[in-house]
């Protein structure tokens, strides 16, 4: 069942799981007029934006106040919700101060929508900054535990979400039988190809509880990942994107124009600049944030192990795969516009003595193979399932080989990787922490050019919702795969599959503590959660350290 917003604050309540700003949301009077809550986003030094989305075209009254009850109001304005934007609301509120926390509301003539609070970006010299980092969360699969989590933590001052924030998959597909049992199947059933389409799908995802709480909660800053559009895009295509479901130009502007109406998310100047999505935030001298586009507009069409994988019976038509196919030096990740915007900002960071240098990377960059793994054996009970069976096999196959667990990952793309490091290289800036989405794990990882010199760190978290690929397999086998994939490849210090959650990295001046956090079930809005794992990073020469707390 889906649990009413009485029942959530009734579960949340008994968890003691809620602080006081997220108790006067949880607890305010609930008017069906704004279903989906209230957002804010895209934070500068003195403007951010506000959202909403009304169940009907309606005039309506944006306030922004220094204090919940309202009474220091510092901006406010009009506006209406439009079906031409259907009915969203976004407002780019400007003249604010640095670093302020500000509390804010829509009105109108049928009432108001519960507060929200957002903050800008610090200037000078902040003594810390606590970013959460969220991925992949797939409504049938289960509740947003995790966005609750991060609603209730009151040190969190932005949340960066890395993407699969929707996912486009129709009822007969991944995760329906999850979303059966919760009564939380995909709407529309279909596959989302249409902008009606894509539009209601991202409502559906706005009206979790969890997720309406998190929103109202912290600003977010938020890019795209592959299922916001369709799995596994590139520059002329998606895999998932079929010849009967019309032109892909089409479907991918449709599923971009969805996500700047649903998301707290700037306009950008032209239209035409949408797909570039790529961004840079300046938190004072403690750190920069810059994010990547990398699925529409620069990636070359992915390797298919599918097609590759049977031809590959010796160490010479191993070599040439390895060389040829995945070395093929035409093969691009990002834009060559993004890589001169992201040698730019790299190198403006440096030269004003930034003290962390954060990426917001959509997939996977370190080098992970698959370690031979043929002395393991599936339990007889999962060797009687043919999905699972072959699930397995390909793993073993990829192990036999050496291989990368994913081809859609900068792995699939190393030529490409290593420009990314020289371009970085160039700025001077070899200290990344690089924070990942999209693998549906957690990833504590260290990161090196292809000629041994150290770029930084990387930090993966797990989906909100969307299961690890071992998982599977039972959680033993899971959980011995999980060890020798770190055992096996020296850029990984440690993973985990099997849990739901997300990344806490909090900075300090000299110091950054990174804490995985999971949720103890997804199955239900009775929830624990628990820090799996902290790693402490710290400056070593001109790169980083990491090692576990």
Known sequence: ??????????????????????????????????????????PTHHSVILWTHTREPIALTWQVARDLAFKQLVKSGQGETSLTQDCTFKIDVTGLEPGTIYYYRFITSNGQSEPGRTRTLPAGEPESLNIAVASCSNYPFGYFNAYHHIAGDESVDFVLHLGDYIYEYGQDSWGDEEGRKLNRRHQPANEIVSLTDYRTRHRQYKTDN???????????????????????????????????EGEWADRRAASIQAYYEWMPLREPAKEAEKAQLWRHFEFGNLATLTTLETRHTGRSQQIDYAEHLPQIKSEHTLRHFIESVLGDPGRSMLSVAMENFVNQKLAESVAQGAK???????????????????????PKALADNGAIARHFGYFMALGKYDLPIYLDTWDGYPVAREKFYQLCQSAKATDLIVLTGDSHAFWAN???????????????TAGITSPGDFETFGPELAGEFDQRVAQH???ILWTDCQHRGYVKLELAPKTAIASFIGVSNITSEHYSAKT??????????????????
Request: proline share 7%.
């Open 356 to 378: 962390w240098r954060l990426i917001g990377n959509q997939i996977p960059m370190a080098r992970t193979n698959v370690p031979d793994a043929r002395d393991l054996t599936l």
């Open 210 to 244: 969890g997720s309406r709480l998190m929103h109202a909660s912290h600003p977010l800053i938020p890019t795209w990942d592959d299922h916001e559009s369709a799995n596994n895009p590139y520059l002329h295509g998606a895999q998932n994107h079929q010849p009967g």
């Open 446 to 460: 260290q990161l090196f050019a292809g000629d041994g010199d150290a770029m930084g760190v990387e930090l993966g």
């Open 532 to 549: 799996l794992r902290q790693y402490q990073i710290s400056k070593m020469g001109s790169s980083l350290a990491i090692e576990k707390v």
């Open 1 to 42: 069942m889906i649990f009413s917003r009485r029942q959530f604050l009734k579960t949340t309540l008994a968890s003691g799981a809620l602080t006081p700003f997220a108790y006067q949301v949880a607890a305010a009077p609930v008017n069906p007029l704004f279903d989906c809550g209230v957002a804010s986003g895209d």
């Open 489 to 491: 490849n020296r850029e």
